[in-house]
């Protein structure tokens, strides 16, 4: 009998269907069941350059050090811009240019595409930090009417290429950092109330599609989790497993899930060893997933930026690989 595909492994980890094996996102290592195809989102632009202006007129700026960078230019901080700015077009087909070559090379692969910065985090990059939690507050109906805008250009990015390649797309990922080291940055309560609802139409777009919905999340955001799944997100790629504590989530929520994950990008990886890592590797495989499934291996993309060489990554890839409990069943 023919083992599962990379697709299949994919599939049945998220879905809690038995894979073959752990599923692996490592393409650092050139090690991935997964297959990403993005479209002309402009994002954050280059890291070489010291600034850049996204597709919304968000201003990109960075220090000497190569990185992402951060915004630093908010072009709806005042609310009076409202009226002059011009909105990005989703329709746009300049948008969609070159996809088709994107899923070149995707084989039997698991095919993920997505946006940057879907809500909170355009929330914020188009208001300033600052002005959106305070606005939460005190200037609730604009807040919510720029929060219903990108709402709306989300849904209609997800509906333009769902229209365009139907069935060859199997999930939707995104960013939204939601955490400090300690708690979400606003009351769970408070999120329910203004966030929940507008996750929720976005995810069911991206279901209505036929994708899975994952989530990228940096920060203690134990307190979201579980409206999250409740909403229909499927995979939460979290990178600081130490912060979140890992019995912790995994008595909260393994099972509902699956967990995109490595071992902590802060506290392990940087600054332990190849026996601390591989007892993170098995504690996580152990405490975040069953023997159904419910774990993906993903790599942290800038390796360089938290310390970490390449040689430390294939200590954590072989370390997991060893850990893997589905492999070993079989």
Request: aromatic share 10%; hydrophobic share 40%.
């Amino acid at each position: 009998m023919m083992g599962q595909s990379s697709y299949e492994i994919v599939r049945r980890a998220i879905e809690f269907g038995n894979p073959d094996r752990l599923p692996v996102r490592f393409d650092a290592l050139g090690v991935s069941d997964v297959h990403q195809v993005g479209w002309n989102q402009t994002g954050a632009g280059s890291h070489t350059v010291p600034e850049s202006l996204d597709e919304w007129g968000c201003l990109w700026v960075r220090s000497e050090k190569v990185n992402m960078g951060q915004v630093k230019g908010h072009p709806l901080a005042d609310w009076a811009a409202v009226g002059s700015y011009e909105w990005p077009n989703p329709d746009d087909p300049a948008l969609y240019d070159g996809m088709e070559e994107g899923f070149e090379g995707a084989g039997d692969k698991y095919v993920l595409t997505g946006i940057f910065m879907l809500l909170f985090e355009r929330l914020h990059s188009l208001h300033g930090f600052q002005n959106t939690l305070e606005d939460l507050y005190v200037d609730r109906e604009r807040l919510e009417a720029l929060a219903d805008r990108i709402v709306e250009y989300d849904l209609s990015i997800i509906r333009n290429i769902s229209r365009r390649f139907p069935g060859r797309i199997h999930g939707f990922s995104f960013t939204d950092d939601w955490g400090t080291q300690r708690n979400v940055f606003i009351r769970p309560s408070l999120w329910n109330e203004f966030f929940r609802p507008r996750y929720k139409l976005i995810f069911d777009a991206a279901h209505e599609a036929g994708w899975h919905v994952w989530m990228h999340s940096c920060g203690k955001v134990n307190d979201v989790i579980g409206s999250l799944i409740e909403i229909g997100l499927d995979v939460v790629n979290l990178q600081q497993p130490r912060a979140l504590g890992i019995r912790e989530i995994g008595d909260r929520f393994r099972g509902r899930i699956c967990f995109e994950s490595l071992c902590d990008i802060q506290h392990t990886l940087p600054h332990k060893g190849p026996d601390e890592i591989r007892e993170e590797a098995r504690l996580l495989i152990d405490e975040w997933s069953t023997p159904e499934g419910g774990f993906i291996l993903s790599d942290y993309g800038d390796g360089r930026g938290i310390g970490v060489e390449i040689e430390k990554k294939q200590v954590m890839l072989d370390a997991f690989l060893e850990a893997d409990r589905w492999r070993a069943r079989g």
